[in-house]
């Protein structure tokens, strides 16, 4: 049976919080383990070039993520985890890719329309005032990161579903110039995945400041969980458990009896105060050994590193053979 490949982006902007574990983190790394996929995870940070132009921002972020992946689990062994600009190949195949992509294509790119937008009511003189070839050629490099490795089926959000399609076009493009190469990958959005609230009861966002980092001391963890609004309903007045933060950030990390209980406990009229305590005492019992495993690897940096140049290493075994066989089908190859 032919394995399927499973191909994921992982953003390096920010330190990974609460939302990003529920929502991506966890299934991803428990999809490591599966081994009839074939599962290739890494760290975007050329992507991350197109929004922060900090370095020492890009490079804390690029191991505060790395750190929490593998002290979260990932398999490493049974996947491919590397970090984006340690494969040469991907920016190489980009611009062949950028050789065959119609600029209409890139125009139609929801990030960069919505560039436009915002100057336009901003009354800028110039549509494309402060709008970079990165922002605007995004989809050319995720196209890039997910060919290369001919993956089946790429794992994103209802925002990134565009790209896929726009990486579809350009590899059917690419495979009637010139000849059949490309996988056309699947987009697959899980209707399902946890969307949690932040602190202010929006969804938990960093651009929101509202986020509950996933390692922070218990102490601090404590605190923002304390932070979390709440409606001023009494302890003894029955509550609601839709729409309520502190129910869905607990249902994300309980176990299907531990969910039943505290539904009847909202019922019966829970106090806030109380409700806090016991997410606060769930959230650390989960999260007290992998924040132990991250704190160290972060004091370990060597680690982090090993770990992503045997990534790879591995990696590139693929990729360089692919992107001989694409410069040779364009005709970049040997005169003899």
């Not at 574990?21 to 081994?35: F, M, V």
């Not at 929490?68 to 494969?87: M, P």
């Not at 963890?221 to 609601?240: A, G, M, R």
Request: hydrophobic share 40%; proline share 5%; aromatic share 8%.
């Amino acid at each position: 049976m032919k394995e399927t490949r499973v191909l994921t982006g992982i953003t390096t902007t920010g330190t990974p919080h609460l939302g990003n574990y529920a929502g991506a983190i966890k299934p991803a790394i428990e999809a490591s383990r599966d081994l009839n996929n074939k599962s290739f995870y890494f760290l975007a940070d050329l992507h991350a070039l197109i929004k922060n132009q900090n370095p020492s921002e890009v490079h804390r972020s690029s191991l505060e993520v790395a750190a929490t992946w593998l002290a979260l689990g990932l398999d490493t062994d049974n996947s491919y985890f590397y970090r984006q600009s340690d494969i040469p190949e991907i920016p190489e195949l980009t611009w062949i890719l950028s050789c065959l992509t119609a600029k209409g294509l890139m125009n139609r790119a929801h990030a960069y329309k919505a560039a436009v937008a915002e100057n336009i009511d901003q009354k800028a003189n110039d549509p494309d005032k402060g709008i970079t070839m990165g922002l605007f050629s995004y989809p050319v490099l995720m196209a890039a990161d997910i060919l290369m490795f001919k993956a089946d089926i790429v794992p994103v959000g209802k925002d990134q579903i565009q790209h896929l399609e726009m990486a579809r076009d350009i590899a059917m493009r690419f495979n009637h110039i010139y000849r059949e190469i490309f996988t056309l990958p699947q987009a697959q959005t899980d209707e399902n995945a946890a969307v949690l609230k932040g602190l202010d009861g929006r969804k938990m966002s960093k651009s929101y400041n509202n986020t509950i980092p996933l390692f922070v001391p218990e102490k601090k963890l404590k605190k923002l969980i304390n932070k979390i609004t709440t409606n001023s309903q009494p302890p003894e007045e029955p509550k609601e458990t839709k729409d309520c933060t502190l129910f869905e950030i607990y249902s994300a990390f309980a176990a299907k009896d531990q969910i039943k209980d505290i539904e009847k406990r909202y019922s019966e009229g829970i106090g806030w105060g109380e409700m806090k305590s016991i997410l606060f005492e769930l959230l650390n019992d989960h999260l007290k050994d992998a924040r132990k495993d991250y704190e160290y690897l972060i004091e370990n940096p060597s680690i982090v590193e090993e770990t992503l140049k045997k990534g790879a290493l591995k990696a590139r075994e693929e990729a360089v053979p692919m992107l001989e066989k694409i410069k040779d089908a364009v005709g970049l190859k040997s005169l003899v």
